[in-house]
């Protein structure tokens, strides 16, 4: 579904990104990992048109997206969410829904005007879907309440709702986990399975809760100054002393145990923050 090919990116002097290739597979969640400043949110950026590359190609199922901007992209099925919600904060959660789908005929003067029964139909037919959406996301009780109002959990939830009204090939989520509580984390992530199983949504996931890596991500790609470590399942990239070096430094042992917590890095010690 996206085929990232010998991909550079310079800032002035500084290399963020380095010659780096990387595949997602349709139908897949693949996970992207590593330490703070590998260059994780910068890739997602140029593949979500944020940044044109400096070097290299990107492409978009089967299609030369390189340098395409992010509207662009979003007519061609991809997606991505924040890590900070982007809600419409003083709007309602199901109007919050209802704006993202495309080629809406009330946001056309002319057809405000002279098809003004075409327009509420599909005003109609768009709110139909929201409602849907809000019932699978478990939301439905709050669909009349301010999105600002809405926990940092539940504001990931309308996230992933938004996408869900776009039809989305391919779904760019960046730090998911990020401020949610462990209850609404555990649904966040049926919910992503749900749509991957159900509906075939791809997924390409930042997180840096190594827990959630290993539950929904198979590949796991890793990222390090700049450019891809190595990639495989979370149990080989737990074992994988290149990665351990990566994120500790030096490869000194990672603690294991109880105290090792729920952000616990590849090889069970806490994780630096993402870039």
Not at 94 to 114: D, F, K, Y
Request: hydrophobic letters at 40%; glycine letters at 12%.
């Amino acid at each position: 579904m996206i085929s990232v090919r010998n991909l550079s990116k310079h800032f002035g002097g500084i290399q963020a990104v380095r010659d780096c290739s990387v595949e997602v597979e349709r139908g897949s969640i693949t996970g992207l990992i590593g330490p703070n400043g590998a260059g994780k949110s910068t890739l997602f950026n140029i593949i979500a048109g944020v940044f044109p590359p400096s070097n290299g190609t990107v492409t978009l199922d089967g299609e030369d997206v390189t340098g395409l901007k992010p509207h662009e992209l979003f007519a061609r099925g991809l997606v991505r969410t924040f890590q900070i919600a982007h809600e419409y904060s003083s709007m309602p959660v199901i109007e919050n829904l209802m704006v993202p789908p495309p080629n809406q005929r009330g946001e056309t003067l002319i057809w405000s005007w002279l098809q003004w029964g075409a327009v509420r139909r599909q005003e109609a037919e768009i709110r139909d879907k929201a409602e849907d959406v809000l019932a699978f996301l478990r939301l439905t009780d709050l669909k009349y309440e301010l999105a600002g109002n809405l926990s940092g959990g539940q504001k990931k939830l309308l996230e992933l709702g938004r996408t869900m009204m776009t039809d989305a090939k391919v779904v760019l989520l960046d730090e998911v986990g990020a401020g949610v509580n462990r209850t609404l984390l555990g649904e966040l992530s049926t919910d992503i399975e749900r749509l991957n199983r159900e509906r075939g949504y791809t997924f390409f996931v930042i997180e840096h809760d190594m827990d959630l890596i290993a539950r929904l991500c198979d590949p796991v790609i890793v990222m390090a100054q700049g450019t891809v470590l190595t990639q495989g399942s979370m149990a080989d990239i737990r074992a994988n002393e290149a990665v351990i070096e990566a994120y500790l430094g030096g490869g000194v042992p990672a603690e294991t145990g109880p105290n090792a917590g729920p952000n616990a890095g590849p090889g069970g010690a806490s994780e630096a923050r993402p870039s």
